[in-house]
């Protein structure tokens, strides 16, 4: 097994080990905002899952993806952030 194949099942089995706690804290809760936190979260483990294989296997279109994945993931949290600020604030 070459330092390459083992780094990348190190990074598979982390980036497991991390979809294991956040998909708990997306179905436990205690709240909204901290389920909200846990899919931002499953979505970027999920991007590290896509870039590991970019790696495992060479091919660097996946890294476009990755970059997508992430840009859309931001914006959709920023997005439900403010719509949260709105609905506190009293929907001005």
């Given at each position: ?60 279109v ?24 709105k ?6």
């Open positions: 097994m070459t330092a390459l194949e083992w780094m990348v099942n190190l990074g598979y089995t982390l980036l497991l080990l991390a979809l294991i706690c956040a998909m708990y804290r997306l179905i436990k809760g205690p709240g909204l905002l901290d389920r909200v936190v846990a899919l931002d979260l499953v979505a970027m483990v999920i991007a590290g899952f896509i870039t590991v294989y970019a790696i495992e296997s060479k091919l660097s996946f890294l476009d993806v990755v970059m997508v994945l992430a840009m859309v993931v931001f914006f959709g949290t920023v997005a439900f952030g403010r719509y949260l600020e609905k506190i604030d009293g929907g001005d």
